[in-house]
């Protein structure tokens, strides 16, 4: 069974502040997908990364894929209270099955 | 557009009945459908894999005869919570990946179940 272990949980921060989710693995993926999302709602797919040491950037948020394609990392520049959300990593496996971690929970303030 | 619905968005039902829940992609064919379960405050956990025509997969731990799964079209996957106790409340989510094109799922907007 491959897991993915998200971190931190939870993350409250203020507005204006930097704010970085990891996402660890021991397996391999093929790809790894960041999704966040709303209360009631189902998630949202954020961005793919599929090349090891790949770095894609969504305006304020950058994504990173570790070289040996076991981890990444969600890094959010300057956040804003609309960045409030569930954000959750999913590893892409084999028959293209997700794995979602634990999720991390933002709250930015104003 | 890839557009996955889902109806009901909420449901509230007795202990010991059963409620159906429909998950439809809408403007796209999906040979394979997954449902997901979400507790509060909680990530989503895979509960069965649904494939058009066949018997659905489902994962360890999840009961098949509790959780009755049917794909009958490439459009519409139902997912059947019998008799259902108040343990069962969890926030249901369905994703569809379209026939034959990438490995994407898109997620439904999930429906939530009260069992009283």
């Known amino acids: 069974t491959q897991l993915l272990e998200q971190s931190p949980q939870f993350l409250s921060i203020q507005e204006g502040e930097n704010l970085t989710v990891y996402c660890n693995s021991s397996?391999?993926?093929?790809?790894l997908q960041w999704y966040r999302q709303e209360p009631g709602e189902g998630p949202v797919l954020l961005v793919t990364?599929?090349?090891?040491?790949e770095v894609k950037k969504l305006k304020r948020l950058t994504f990173q894929f570790g070289d040996a394609r076991k981890d990444s990392s969600l890094h959010i520049t300057a956040a804003q209270p609309g960045d409030t959300g569930l954000y959750l990593c999913?590893?892409?496996?084999?028959?293209?099955?997700?794995?979602f971690g634990g999720g991390t929970r933002l709250m930015v303030k104003p | 557009g890839a557009v996955v619905s889902q109806h009901p968005s909420w449901v509230i039902c007795k202990s010991g009945t059963s409620v159906k829940i429909e998950c439809r992609s809408l403007?796209?064919?999906?040979?394979?459908m997954f449902w997901y379960r979400q507790f509060p405050k909680q990530s989503l956990m895979l509960m069965a894999t649904?494939?058009?025509?066949?018997?659905?997969?489902?994962e360890q731990g999840v009961e098949k005869d509790k959780f009755l799964i049917n794909h009958a079209s490439l459009t519409l996957s139902t997912l059947t919570v019998t008799s259902a106790h108040p343990e069962d409340s969890s926030f249901y989510i369905c994703?569809?990946?379209?026939?034959?094109?990438?490995?994407?799922?898109?997620f439904g907007p999930g429906t939530r179940l009260t069992v009283l």
């Open positions: 403007d796209f064919q999906a040979t394979t």
């Open positions: 994703s569809a990946r379209k026939a034959g094109v990438g490995n994407e799922q898109f």
């Open positions: 649904s494939n058009e025509g066949s018997k659905a997969t489902y």
């Open positions: 990364v599929v090349t090891g040491g």
């Open positions: 999913a590893g892409v496996g084999a028959g293209n099955m997700l794995t």
């Open positions: 397996s391999v993926f093929s790809s």
